[in-house]
């Protein structure tokens, strides 16, 4: 059960992070894309922000995101772990 709870916060952070590198920099844009109220989606922007996954800019209703790509390439290095196979090379004589 943990895990999957786990799976899902990854998930949605990853929503945010990606939402935030195209250009949808503004709560109410982030509201959008996480099908929810700007509250919720300014809390989740704010755990972000507290971990050093997003900066903020400005103050109101003139608050922009930016990611922190510093910190979220070190973020998906501790959390994403990628495995590549070799193919057998064919003998050819």
């Keep these: 059960m943990e895990d999957k709870r786990e ?27 996480l099908d929810t109220d700007k509250s919720y989606a300014a809390k989740r922007i704010k755990e972000l922000e507290q971990r050093g996954l997003v900066n903020k800019q400005g103050t109101g209703k003139e608050v922009r995101y930016s990611i922190n790509e510093f910190n979220v390439l070190k973020f998906l290095k501790s959390r994403v772990i990628i495995t590549w196979q070799e193919k057998e090379k064919e003998n050819t004589k």
């Design 7 to 33: 799976a899902k916060k990854l998930m949605r952070d990853m929503k945010i992070i990606t939402a935030i590198s195209v250009g949808k920099n503004r709560n109410k844009d982030l509201a959008q894309v």
